[in-house]
């Protein structure tokens, strides 16, 4: 009769569980953020965006018969027009890919408390749409100053100058995050999409239209999302536009674009606890 001895227990190697910190969503939202091709995208049309606008405003100030002719700031400052369009959509892809892919369960598995995750979001996306912004309008720069010249270019140290400069890469930086916090809300590209598009360029045409019915609409103008945000990094158009709904100051409108972005995210926020991925 053959007797069997049980082996030995093996000994299961202990793992180290580390603590699902604020640092480590940061870099793993990093990783999904430059590991998708419309980030890069992104990036590259946003920057050929505003160096374009400049080129073609320098090129119009060489033109005899010009019933306007731009100056410096016009030529580094009109650039976020166009690439608030670009940056708006890389905040609402930002998380509705991962609605799309479905990857967002796997977010919200590993970070069972889900405002961390959407705040590595904003984080990230805030620091891409400012970068952009502030490096656009130093392409923007280099690109206009061999068209207008010394004289006509912009002057580095005029304040006016340093507040487009740096106004631009917090405006853009605040229509990533409304495009992020839509994006949260609706959770549909699409959908998303149209809204914040309708937002920074639908809603203020139809405003103006409304204004020939009724003063409130001319009165409350200045307070629009776009309208408001965009006085930090707009040039002074006073010269040129002499009559007009009275616009914010630069840094009250950007106040009351915060105040948007703000309302959107606690909708944004609350929705992400409630809702089933």
Do not use: C, N
Not at 16 to 21: A, L
Not at 29 to 54: D, G, H, Q
Not at 70 to 92: E, K, N, R, S
């Amino acid at each position: 009769m053959t007797t069997h001895t049980a082996a030995p227990s093996e000994t299961v190697p202990s793992v180290t569980v580390k603590p699902v910190s604020f640092p480590r969503i940061l870099h793993s939202e990093w990783i999904k953020l430059w590991s998708l091709r419309s980030t890069y995208w992104t990036v590259l049309a946003t920057l050929a965006a505003m160096v374009l606008i400049a080129v073609m405003l320098g090129v119009a100030s060489l033109a005899d018969d010009a019933a306007v002719v731009p100056d410096g700031q016009m030529a580094i400052g009109m650039g976020y027009t166009f690439a608030q369009v670009v940056v708006a959509v890389l905040g609402v892809l930002t998380i509705t890919g991962e609605y799309t892919t479905g990857m967002i369960r796997s977010t919200l598995a590993a970070v069972p408390t889900r405002l961390p995750a959407l705040a590595a979001k904003a984080v990230l996306v805030a620091a891409v749409g400012f970068i952009l912004g502030v490096v656009g309008v130093a392409l923007s720069y280099l690109a206009s100053y061999p068209l207008l010249g010394a004289d006509g270019a912009a002057t580095l140290s005029d304040p006016e100058v340093q507040r487009i400069f740096w106004g631009s890469g917090l405006y853009l930086a605040g229509v990533g995050l409304l495009g992020l916090a839509i994006g949260t809300i609706i959770r549909h590209t699409a959908g998303a999409i149209t809204l914040i598009l309708g937002l920074l360029l639908l809603l203020s045409t139809m405003w103006q239209l409304l204004m020939m019915t009724s003063d409130w609409f001319t009165k409350s103008y200045a307070y629009l999302p776009s309208t408001a945000g965009e006085r930090i990094a707009s040039p002074d158009m006073s010269s040129v536009v002499a009559e007009g709904p009275q616009a914010l100051a630069p840094w009250t409108g950007f106040g009351v674009f915060m105040l948007y972005i703000a309302v959107a995210f606690l909708i944004a926020g609350v929705l992400l606890r409630r809702r089933d991925a």
